[in-house]
Structures are given as C-alpha cells and as structure tokens.
C-alpha cells in the first residue's frame, strides 16, 4: 500500500526559498493532547500558550532522494527516523517521536504542506508516541464516544458531520489516535477542530457555527469545515467501533464476529497504507497487540448507511439508539 493520496500533484506557485525560510515565526498549538511548535503556519489547529513542545516542526533540508517522476512518493521507515516524500509538496524527516523536519518542494506554501503534516506524517509520529492511530473520524456522544472506519467513499465524515449537527462533538476526523495504556478504558484523544467534506455532503447537512477554508488545490474535492463549536476538548472512553458500508436500504447495524473485528482495526489502522515496511523493530509485534486490545474491549459493528444524503439522519438515530441500548446492557 502507499499513501500517496495525501498529497495532490502540483502546488501552489508561492516560493519558500531560503529567504522565506529564515523569516518564519515559531506558532504553538494543540492536538492530540500535545504542544506543537511549528514553523509551518498550521491555522486547522488550536493556538497554544509557547512552552516547551512535545513536538517540534522546523523547515530546512532534508537528505533524502525526493522522487523524480511527477507525482512521484517515496517512503523509508527506521526504528526512530522515518522519511516520506511527495515530489509535488515536499520531504519529511520525522526524528524519535518528537522532530519534524519539512523541506517543501519549490513553489508550495504552507497551506499546502500542512495536508500531509496534518496527515500521514503526524499519523506516523503519534504512532511512534505509542498510540494506535486508525484512518478513521471519532464523534463524542454524551461521556461516550464513537468510531466510524471505512474504505474511501464510505461516508466517515459525511457521518460524523450528521452527528455534529445533531449536537454531539467532533473528537477528530481522517486521524484517530487511542490511548491504551489502560487496557480496560481506551481513550479516543481530540484532535482539532475540523471536518472535511465533499461539497454534496456540506450542502445536504449544513453543519452550523462552521468556516469554510479556501480550496488550496484544484485536487483537492473536500473542503475543509473548521467548527467555532462542537467540538470536544477532553479525551473520551471510546464506547463503539462502526465500519460503514454504503447500501440502498434502511439503515442497519450488525455485529462483527470477534474473527472479523481484529482484521478490520487492523486494516483501517493509519500504518498499514504504508504497508509492512513502516512496522520495523518491535513496532509489528506492538502493533498487532494494540489492535487485538482494542478489538477485545470494544464492540465492533458493521453499519449499513442509506444511500443518498437525505436519509443521513437514519443512520445517526440508529446510532444514537444502538449506543443508548449498549449503556443500558451494561
């Protein structure tokens, strides 16, 4: 597999030469329970008072081969260094968990660098901190919350947006991060206020109290909806796990029996779209027993979604009743 959707195939013609370099301004923020420093502008993101980072993202160079043919990825995964690199947008040099370095290709501005550092690449750096990242959107429900997995066109966030406009709060949407360290409360940490969605969906749910960002790419179909409200600030026990489907009739829920549950966390963990390479050292044998614990405590279930976006609202009171008839079980 490669992640080489995360990033479109040409940029923005706005230079970051050595000039631009030695002018940025070090911002702070927050995600994912973490202090940010960045000098890449990354405005999706919550501003934070400056402290020491826990993360620290610099400009510079990279040495890394970035790829030659148009389009072009290349990936190198080590134990405490991982490399990714689109030819369009630029090379990344994650360091121990805690460095990212960016050397952005000629002409791209840091509106667009800050899709595959917002993606794959802070995928790839909570992954390295120890938590189980899913590709995947997380919706806070009353002191509970819940998963939405699925292949591409799915319907994640058209899901979850249909859930922020029915009053709960967005956790994260595209990078799900779990903290397992204990094993009996997984918690789904917040990520940043914001939920991309493709114009149909935006125009069918209307999320209110939402800013649509400007298109930073022509190749780019989702806008970005970044939330004044509705959003969750706290990490939340993860409560249920939804793989969705597409389907033509009414909205419907079945459990996946415990064989098909751990494969499906497996699949749509975010590591996997890089294949088996990005599992080096110890992170293979970690990686399938974060999996297996999640699968083990909480439920998973297949949720069949109506087609068409007007019906949207049936599969979030399927939800909100499937969750309600979980408490109650307990």
Not at 263 to 279: E, H, M, N
Request: hydrophobic share 45%; proline share 8%; charged share 20%.
């Amino acid at each position: 597999m490669n992640a080489s959707a995360a990033a479109p195939a040409t940029g923005p013609e706005t230079g970051v030469g050595p000039e631009a370099r030695r002018r940025r301004i070090r911002r702070f923020y927050k995600a994912y329970g973490l202090t940010i420093g960045s000098d890449v502008a990354l405005p999706e993101l919550q501003p934070a008072v400056p402290t020491a980072p826990d993360i620290v993202i610099a400009v510079g160079p990279v040495d890394f081969a970035r790829p030659a043919t148009k389009g072009g990825t290349a990936f190198r995964f080590e134990p405490t260094r991982q490399y990714l690199s689109w030819q369009a947008v630029g090379t990344f040099l994650i360091s121990d968990a805690s460095r990212v370095d960016v050397d952005p290709a000629p002409g791209v501005d840091d509106a667009l660098l800050a899709f595959p550092l917002l993606g794959p690449v802070l995928a790839l750096a909570l992954h390295q901190r120890g938590l189980l990242v899913l590709h995947a959107s997380a919706i806070a429900v009353g002191g509970q919350s819940v998963i939405f997995m699925g292949d591409k066109g799915a319907g994640k966030s058209t899901t979850a947006g249909a859930m922020i406009r029915a009053g709960h709060l967005l956790l994260t949407d595209d990078v799900v991060a779990l903290d397992l360290s204990d094993p009996s409360r997984p918690m789904i940490l917040p990520g940043f206020p914001q939920l991309k969605l493709a114009r149909d969906a935006a125009d069918a749910i209307r999320i209110g109290q939402a800013e649509v960002r400007p298109q930073v790419h022509p190749q780019i179909d989702k806008a970005q909806h970044r939330l004044h409200d509705g959003f969750a600030r706290e990490a939340v026990p993860a409560a249920r796990i939804y793989v969705l489907e597409q389907r033509g009739g009414r909205a419907a829920t079945t459990p996946l029996p415990g064989a098909g549950a751990l494969p499906a966390i497996i699949k749509f963990s975010y590591v996997t779209r890089f294949g088996r390479q990005a599992l080096v050292a110890d992170f293979a044998s970690t990686h399938l027993s974060q999996c297996a614990q999640l699968a083990a405590r909480i439920g998973v279930r297949r949720l069949e979604v109506p087609a068409g976006l007007e019906r949207i609202g049936e599969a979030v009171a399927l939800i909100e009743n499937d969750l309600t008839a979980g408490t109650q079980a307990r």
